[in-house]
Every structure is written in structure tokens, then in C-alpha cells.
T-cell receptor, first 110, second 114 residues
Framework: QKEVEQNSGPLSVPEGAIASLNCTYSDRGSQSFFWYRQYSGKSPELIMFIYSNGDKEDGRFTAQLNKASQYVSLLIRDSQPSDSATYLCAAGGGGNKLVFGAGTILRVKS | ETGVTQTPRHLVMGMTNKKSLKCEQHLGHNAMYWYKQSAKKPLELMFVYSLEERVENNSVPSRFSPECPNSSHLFLHLHTLQPEDSALYLC?????????????FGPGTRLTVL
């Protein structure tokens, strides 16, 4: 069973701080990794994807991938109350599907 | 505004009803997906279509019946559902249907089965 594990949270951080969200995956064949943000009652929206080991930065967001440890993370710098949402990690590889984690709830307190 | 639309946005139905969910993508993608999202659970993949051909069916009960008439439209036909089928049903599309593709989601249909 291919799985993606995330801490359900909630993760609470003060406004302006760095939020660190983590994810582990079980399938060593996974090649692509995605972070989606989902506001309550809304659908997931893509934040970032990463394919290669190391860091990938996009604005306030940095995705980090360590394939040896089967670990993916998302850092959000200068966290804002509007970043409060559930963050879904997903891993994809061969075949037709992504495997999603259950998500981590992030709360940014002003 | 998303390039993937879904109707209806909310649906309440009895266990004996028949209804259909509709999804349309305006992104020129070749693959479309149905997911079920229940509270505090990971997204559950239900069906995958690539170039209008079903390529994945994750042991979904037969009371859910998908239809993909073309690469832009996807339907989910519902009949004799159970209360535990109440959930958010999400449609997604991706360029080619490969496992490394980015998937783009529609707004979802919130389904309540009484």
C-alpha cells in the first residue's frame, strides 16, 4: 500500500514566523511531489511541485525534497493569517495517480 | 477562477434517487479524475480517464458510474447511494494522465445522502 503521511496538526505559528510542514512517503519509486493548499470548504489548489533533491523556492514558499529519506517539506516564510488552511502533500510516480496525505492544518495567529 | 468547473456545487439526495455530477475542463488536458474527500481522510481516487478511456477504477462500488464522452467532460452517475457516501466529490484534470502530472481541481460537489 503506497502511503503519504502527514501530521494532522493543527500547527500553530505566529504571524511573520516560518511555518514548516512535513511529509513522508513510502513508495521509493515516487518521482514527483506536490503541495496543495485547501481552504475550508474549498478545493485543493497547487502551491508547488518538486522533482529533484534539494530546495525549490517560489516567493515565500520553499519546497524541500530528500529522496534518500523519503521526506518532503514545505516552508512558508513570513506566515500570514491568510495562509491558514490545510496543506496536502502528494507523491506521484509510475502509473496514473497521485497518492495524497490526509493533510496538515496550519493556523497562523495574528 | 479555476479552469475546471463542476455542477452542481451542492446536492442533497435520498438513498433511492438517481443524480449525476458534471465536470468540465477548459485547459486542453487529456486526463480527468474523480476523487472522494471525506473528513480527516486522504483524497480517495475513484476513477481516471485518459483520452476518454477509463484507465483506473479503484474498487469503487457500482452505485457510482462514471462517463467520459470526450476529453473535456466527465460525469459521475449516482444511484441508490448510502449515507456514508456523503462527502466532497472533486474532479481534476491533468495534461497527459501520467503519475508525475500536475492535477488541477474543480471546486467540488458537496454531496449529502439522507
Amino acid at each position: 500500500q503506497k502511503e503519504v503521511e502527514q501530521n494532522s496538526g493543527p500547527l500553530s505559528v505566529p504571524e511573520g514566523a516560518i511555518a514548516s510542514l512535513n511529509c513522508t512517503y513510502s513508495d521509493r519509486g515516487s518521482q514527483s511531489f506536490f503541495w496543495y493548499r485547501q481552504y475550508s470548504g474549498k478545493s485543493p489548489e497547487l502551491i508547488m511541485f518538486i522533482y529533484s533533491n534539494g530546495d525549490k523556492e517560489d516567493g515565500r514558499f520553499t519546497a524541500q525534497l530528500n529522496k534518500a529519506s523519503q521526506y518532503v517539506s514545505l516552508l512558508i516564510r513570513d506566515s500570514q493569517p491568510s495562509d491558514s488552511a490545510t496543506y496536502l502533500c502528494a507523491a506521484g510516480g509510475g502509473g496514473n495517480k497521485l497518492v495524497f496525505g490526509a493533510g496538515t492544518i496550519l493556523r497562523v495567529k495574528s | 477562477e479555476t479552469g475546471v468547473t463542476q455542477t452542481p456545487r451542492h446536492l442533497v439526495m435520498g438513498m433511492t434517487n438517481k443524480k449525476s455530477l458534471k465536470c468540465e475542463q477548459h485547459l486542453g488536458h487529456n486526463a480527468m479524475y474523480w476523487y472522494k474527500q471525506s473528513a480527516k481522510k486522504p483524497l480517495e481516487l475513484m476513477f481516471v480517464y485518459s483520452l476518454e478511456e477509463r484507465v483506473e477504477n479503484n474498487s469503487v462500488p457500482s452505485r457510482f458510474s462514471p462517463e467520459c464522452p470526450n476529453s473535456s467532460h466527465l460525469f459521475l452517475h449516482l444511484h441508490t447511494l448510502q449515507p456514508e457516501d456523503s462527502a466532497l466529490y472533486l474532479c481534476a484534470s491533468s495534461p497527459s494522465g501520467g503519475g508525475t502530472d500536475t492535477q488541477y481541481f474543480g471546486p467540488g460537489t458537496r454531496l449529502t445522502v439522507l
